[in-house]
């Protein structure tokens, strides 16, 4: 436990994610932002700009994370920079919060939790969906034991805004992200973790590249295409890289199936060129079942035959709406961090389950690339001796 009463925080990354910035820095509260390092001088320029109080800023993360009046260090840089970024605080004697996922590999998750390990410090995953009130709910009804003992799960996610997100940058190859089944997907099979209690064992996966991608240079920019009027991406928003470049490697339709401990059965399913966006969640235990609606903020429960008063009723849970980024996760995943590393609170959601996401998104996608074979999980290293949910 610190006994500071104010966390210092500097930021590896201030645009995208990066923004949560301004839910730590409370200057008269219990935490505040110093500095922050981003290799995009615009960035940069902006993050200073909206802080008002001139920060520390850098092109260099070492710079930042060598200052003594830094106490934590939040990685939202790339996720393929994680691995790297997140062990360099970590060894100079920062406490970290690291975006999810943790890494695009399973060596470079267990990098990280072997340096977590040995450095006294904190180190939480940004899962912030555990901090939303439907998935709360959903939780909290399973835990209940209205459905009985879970057996199987169901995703569906329907990610609309998938070209937006993954196909005109970064994301769309391999070597940046391994699979979307990390980006998009470690939440979604962080989610079915959480709510089940129990980690993937083994998978199997299909998927492909059935919409972006292409024969287009790999220097095509949107502004520059002479296609770009009759062009359906270019139409509904300014894009940087084209969609269907040359370059682009990372299936958009893939469907994963898990076997997870106590054999409960699993599926994720996600499409990145769908009409609307929408998480589909079903539930089965030996007593009932409950799904979700996102777009309504609904969950029902249904219920069956079990010889007791759980079978009485079916319900229907209208989730109540928060304030703050992320259907207001944001905002409380942030102040978890702050009394994680000022008070010792435990996290949400543990390290280890952001290095068993990973894995359970890694094997999938090796399970794609040969043809949907079975592929077994590997176990965590073995001085992790405290595994949690």
């Known amino acids: 436990m610190s006994t500071s009463t104010q966390l210092r925080i500097g930021m590896i990354g201030v645009a995208g994610r990066g923004g949560l910035w301004r839910s730590w820095h409370q200057p008269n509260g219990r935490s505040v932002i110093v500095g922050g390092a981003d290799i995009n001088p615009a960035h940069l320029e ?27 260090i939040a990685v939202t840089s790339p996720d393929f920079c994680h691995d790297e970024h997140a062990v360099a605080a970590l060894r100079a004697g920062k406490h970290v919060f690291c975006e999810k996922p943790l890494a695009i590999t399973i060596e470079g ?6 340096t977590w390990h040995h450095s006294g410090k ?34 569906r996610h329907f990610v609309g805004l998938g070209s937006d997100f993954y196909y005109h940058d970064w ?47 790999n220097e095509l920019i949107c502004p520059d295409c002479i296609e770009k009027e009759d062009c359906v991406e270019y139409m509904t928003g300014p894009r940087v890289q084209c ?17 997870l401990e106590g054999g409960i059965k699993a599926s994720y399913l996600q499409c990145h060129f769908t009409p609307d966006y929408h998480r589909n969640y079903t539930v ?52 978890d961090f702050v009394d994680m590393c000022l008070d010792g609170k435990d996290p949400v959601a543990p390290p280890l389950a952001g290095r068993m996401s990973v894995a359970a998104g890694v094997c999938a996608a090796r399970s794609i690339r040969s043809g949907g074979m079975p592929i077994d999980v590997p176990l965590p290293p073995d001085w992790v001796n405290s595994r949690g949910t």
């Open 171 to 217: 994301h769309a190859k391999r070597a940046n992200t391994t699979s979307l089944l990390l980006q998009k997907g470690s939440h979604d099979l962080d989610m079915i973790h959480w709510l089940t209690g129990k980690y993937t064992k083994r998978t199997a996966a299909f998927g492909g590249l059935d919409y972006f991608g292409g024969d287009k240079p």
């Open 284 to 335: 089965i235990g030996t007593e009932g079942r409950l799904e979700n609606s996102e777009p309504e903020m609904k969950i029902w429960v249904k219920t069956r035959l079990s010889n007791s008063c759980r079978e009485i009723s079916d319900r229907t849970y209208d989730i109540k709406p928060a304030t703050g980024t992320h259907g207001g996760a944001d905002p409380v995943i942030c102040k």
């Open 46 to 72: 902006k993050f200073s700009k909206d802080h008002g109080g001139a920060p520390f800023i850098t092109s260099d993360y070492s710079q930042l994370i060598s200052r003594d009046d830094i106490d934590a």
């Open 109 to 114: 998750c267990d990098h990280i939790l072997e």
């Open 243 to 259: 969609a269907f470049r040359q370059e682009v490697d990372v299936e958009d339709n893939q469907t994963m199936i898990m076997e």
């Open 122 to 155: 904190q180190l939480m995953v940004g899962f912030n969906m555990r901090y939303m009130n439907i998935f709360r709910s959903m939780k909290e009804i399973i835990e209940s034991g209205v459905i009985g003992e879970v057996k199987a799960v169901w995703v």
